[in-house]
């Protein structure tokens, strides 16, 4: 249910955007960057939003801050379809902005966290799983709807779909425990994880993290705003340049499924120190064979980012515990959503000064985050060992 629930969330938020700022530009007479610069105001507002929507989870469990998110994404949508001006399409994606902060993956993994504790891993790889379908269903559903009634009926009708379907399937989802029982329990499950990590090393862990997930973040959302154009830079047909583009959807969902099979009983820092290196891979096989070595990179690329998607619910709950995770998580996505919303313009620079060596940049930084997390590796390892000695 959750993770139905989340695919219409994606597909009606993060995923809109690429289809319809076109037709709603055009109609209230601004740029397509204007609409993009009220996406990136959405990405913002959700930053500031997580870490409360993620303290209420702690409290009260998913059930209720997923409900009200369905409610808030309606009239987000809602209010975007009767959008005439510029400021009504930034105040539309503002409200559009709370909801994303309190709805999507940060919210769904906590849900999943304050349910099952430390057991947790194996319904965040399903979650993501659903989800990973977002792009192939939203893409065509609101393609198809803008023409069938234009895009502000298209607005209304996503909005009718967290109503009608989106609500039902977060009202069905079971009700957290007592918050004092479930605190009880997450104390009882820290033995063994990384709670035992001196003040100073949980500190460090955070910020390691923290940077690993901005890094995925803006190399997730770069890619899918300048995949196509640096393929082209690379000299690869339009033609080909998409075609390989949309391999990287089908891609992200497979590296789901090589984590729910092959690699669950995997460390999770492992499976996210494999992922990493994904990217950076892909990339160095286009930069030395070129455009025959696209179809590699664009599935690298995607298997990486799917799996990280789940290192990114998982590794938290590895080393902090189950225990106030949903606030935790909102503070160490603050500075993924900031860089998320600056990510297609930054990288848009990068590439209309180098071309296809943009690339090397992505590639130094999914390098950098690979290195961030053998440093939390290494910690985790003293503790382990220290814990053996005693």
Same mark, same amino acid.
């Given at each position: 249910?959750?993770?139905?629930?989340?695919?219409?969330?994606?597909?009606?938020?993060?995923?809109?955007?690429?289809?319809?700022?076109?037709?709603?530009?055009?109609?209230?007479?601004?740029?397509?960057?204007?609409?993009?610069?009220?996406?990136?105001?959405?990405?913002?507002?959700?930053?500031? #939003?997580?870490?409360?929507?993620?303290?209420?989870?702690?409290?009260? &469990?998913?059930?209720?801050?997923?409900?009200?998110?369905?409610?808030?994404?309606?009239?987000?949508?809602?209010?975007?379809?009767?959008?005439?001006?510029?400021?009504?399409?930034?105040?539309?994606?503002?409200?559009?902005?709370?909801?994303?902060?309190?709805?999507?993956?940060?919210?769904?993994?906590?849900?999943?966290?304050?349910?099952?504790? @430390?057991?947790?891993?194996?319904? #965040?790889?399903?979650?993501?799983?659903?989800?990973?379908?977002?792009?192939?269903?939203?893409?065509?559903?609101?393609?198809?709807?803008?023409?069938?009634?234009?895009?502000? &009926?298209?607005?209304?009708?996503?909005?009718?779909?967290?109503?009608?379907?989106?609500?039902?399937?977060? %009202?069905?989802?079971?009700?957290?425990?007592?918050?004092?029982?479930?605190?009880?329990?997450?104390?009882?499950?820290?033995?063994?994880?990384?709670?035992?990590?001196?003040?100073?090393?949980?500190?460090?862990?955070?910020?390691?993290?923290?940077?690993?997930?901005?890094?995925?973040?803006?190399?997730?959302?770069?890619?899918?705003?300048?995949?196509?154009?640096?393929?082209?830079?690379?000299?690869?047909?339009?033609?080909?340049?998409?075609? #390989?583009?949309?391999?990287?959807?089908?891609?992200?969902?497979?590296?789901?499924?090589?984590?729910?099979?092959?690699?669950?009983?995997?460390?999770?820092?492992?499976?996210?120190?494999?992922?990493?290196?994904?990217?950076?891979?892909?990339?160095?096989?286009?930069?030395? %064979?070129?455009?025959?070595?696209?179809?590699?990179?664009?599935?690298?690329?995607?298997?990486?980012?799917?799996?990280?998607?789940?290192?990114?619910?998982?590794?938290?709950?590895?080393?902090? &515990?189950?225990?106030?995770?949903?606030?935790? @998580?909102?503070?160490?996505?603050?500075?993924?959503?900031?860089?998320?919303? &600056?990510?297609?313009?930054?990288?848009?620079?990068?590439?209309?000064?180098?071309?296809?060596?943009?690339?090397?940049?992505?590639?130094?930084?999914?390098?950098?985050?690979?290195?961030?997390?053998?440093?939390?590796?290494?910690?985790?390892?003293?503790?382990?060992?220290?814990?053996?000695?005693?």
């Amino acid at each position: 249910m959750l993770g139905v629930a989340q695919t219409l969330s994606w597909a009606s938020s993060y995923y809109l955007p690429a289809v319809l700022a076109g037709a709603i530009s055009k109609d209230i007479g601004v740029s397509t960057s204007t609409v993009f610069g009220a996406f990136s105001v959405a990405l913002l507002v959700a930053a500031g #939003i997580g870490p409360v929507a993620g303290r209420l989870i702690d409290r009260l &469990g998913g059930r209720p801050v997923l409900i009200v998110s369905n409610v808030v994404f309606a009239a987000g949508l809602a209010a975007l379809s009767q959008a005439t001006h510029a400021n009504h399409v930034f105040a539309a994606w503002a409200l559009m902005g709370l909801a994303m902060g309190s709805g999507l993956y940060e919210a769904a993994f906590a849900t999943v966290v304050r349910l099952y504790g @430390q057991d947790a891993r194996r319904s #965040i790889t399903g979650v993501t799983l659903f989800a990973g379908f977002a792009s192939t269903v939203g893409w065509p559903l609101s393609a198809y709807l803008e023409n069938a009634v234009g895009w502000r &009926g298209a607005c209304l009708a996503w909005a009718a779909l967290h109503l009608v379907i989106g609500l039902p399937l977060n %009202v069905l989802l079971p009700r957290a425990p007592r918050a004092d029982q479930a605190s009880k329990e997450a104390t009882g499950a820290e033995r063994g994880t990384g709670a035992g990590l001196a003040p100073a090393q949980q500190r460090r862990a955070a910020v390691l993290m923290a940077y690993v997930f901005a890094v995925t973040w803006f190399i997730s959302t770069a890619m899918a705003a300048h995949l196509p154009e640096l393929l082209l830079a690379s000299g690869a047909t339009l033609a080909v340049a998409v075609g #390989i583009a949309a391999l990287v959807g089908p891609a992200q969902v497979a590296g789901r499924v090589i984590e729910f099979t092959f690699l669950k009983r995997a460390h999770p820092l492992f499976s996210a120190r494999l992922a990493t290196l994904a990217h950076p891979l892909g990339a160095l096989g286009l930069g030395l %064979v070129g455009t025959s070595a696209a179809a590699a990179f664009a599935v690298l690329h995607g298997l990486g980012n799917g799996i990280l998607t789940i290192a990114i619910g998982t590794l938290p709950l590895l080393i902090f &515990g189950a225990k106030g995770y949903g606030q935790r @998580q909102g503070f160490l996505m603050v500075p993924a959503r900031i860089v998320q919303a &600056g990510a297609p313009f930054l990288f848009g620079l990068a590439v209309e000064r180098w071309g296809d060596s943009a690339l090397w940049f992505s590639a130094l930084l999914g390098l950098s985050a690979c290195l961030a997390l053998v440093v939390m590796t290494a910690d985790m390892s003293k503790v382990s060992r220290a814990a053996e000695v005693h």
